[in-house]
């Protein structure tokens, strides 16, 4: 059985930043937008955007997984471009996407997310239809999972949530898929654990909790922009839980330059075998293989 190949990559924050609007600056955006001027806007560069994807397109992979913050300040004018960008990374059946904290920055526009990438959202299911989460989609071996983190935060904070009903939701489809044999992706912006009080996922025990009672074979997610590895407790063993770094960031403190991430998986008798690759870019812009590794 040849292998499925899974591409991962996560919070691109798209530059450059829209002018925004007279009125748009207020609360949290003004934090934010000062935080860009003096900071952000120096890291997140487009020609480190495009020429990471430019190289992940050439990888050709199967699927690919964005796990949020497509955008920055969710100022409405940012989204019509990040949609642009989005199907130049390809159409909405090879392409999974969900939203991040930045993409719910303010109430104001929380809804714009899934107006925007609605195609790039929707379940396989009927039901799924308004693009709500969690969601389903089977591709090849896997049965891809996405859930939503993204809420509106006070300023300085960057916290997600899934909430009661997503969570309950939740464990009634990781029910249903322990009838498949498939391999099963849960793709989440925030990272499962996190030594960030104000960047955490506040329900996290209770979704660790799903994990440990049903199980996935892989966890995707982004927020942090760092490479990271850890493994959770399932059922029948560890689950690799797998962070990126920002996809359009050049290296800085002790963040990461921009990288993504490979997974060739495919089932070998009984059991599942999952290859890790971490490509990422270099400072002359180009892209190349950072290490490879086995998970399953």
């Known amino acids: 059985m040849a292998a499925f190949t899974l591409a991962h990559l996560s919070d691109p924050h798209i530059p450059p930043l829209p002018r925004p609007r007279p009125g748009e600056l207020v609360g949290k955006r003004a934090f934010g937008y000062l935080n860009w001027t003096r900071n952000r806007r120096k890291f997140h560069r487009r020609d480190v955007l495009d020429a990471l994807v430019s190289d992940m397109r050439s990888q050709t992979p199967d699927h690919i997984a964005v796990t949020g913050d497509l955008v920055n300040l969710a100022l409405e004018s940012e989204f019509q471009p990040a949609r642009t960008w989005l199907e130049g990374v390809g159409p909405s059946d090879r392409v999974t996407v969900i939203p991040g904290n930045h993409d719910a920055y303010v109430r104001a526009t929380q809804h714009r997310f899934a107006?925007?990438?609605?195609?790039?959202?929707?379940?396989?299911?009927?039901?799924?239809?308004?693009?709500?989460?969690?969601?389903?989609?089977?591709?090849?071996?896997?049965?891809?999972?996405?859930?939503?983190?993204?809420v509106p935060t006070p300023p300085l904070k960057a916290t997600g949530w899934l909430g009661r009903i997503q969570l309950d939701a939740l464990d009634r489809l990781l029910s249903r898929l322990l009838a498949e044999q498939a391999f099963r992706v849960l793709l989440v912006?925030?990272?499962?654990?996190?030594?960030a009080w104000d960047k955490r996922l506040t329900d996290a025990p209770e979704l660790l909790a799903l994990l440990g009672?049903?199980?996935?074979?892989?966890?995707?997610?982004?927020?942090?922009?760092?490479?990271?590895?850890?493994?959770?407790?399932?059922?029948?063993?560890?689950?690799?839980?797998?962070?990126?770094p920002s996809a359009s960031a050049i290296a800085h403190d002790w963040h990461p330059a921009a990288a993504y991430n490979l997974f060739a998986i495919a089932r070998e008798g009984d059991a599942w075998r999952c290859e890790h690759t971490v490509r990422g870019i270099d400072d002359t812009l180009c892209v190349r293989q950072i290490r490879q590794t086995r998970l399953i």
Request: charged fraction near 20%.
């Open 115 to 150: 107006e925007a990438f609605a195609p790039y959202l929707r379940g396989d299911d009927a039901a799924d239809a308004g693009a709500a989460f969690p969601s389903l989609r089977r591709r090849g071996p896997l049965a891809l999972i996405s859930v939503s983190s993204a």
């Open 189 to 195: 912006h925030h990272p499962l654990r996190s030594d």
């Open 213 to 244: 009672r049903y199980g996935v074979e892989l966890v995707l997610h982004g927020h942090d922009h760092v490479h990271s590895t850890i493994w959770i407790d399932g059922p029948a063993g560890k689950i690799p839980t797998i962070g990126v």
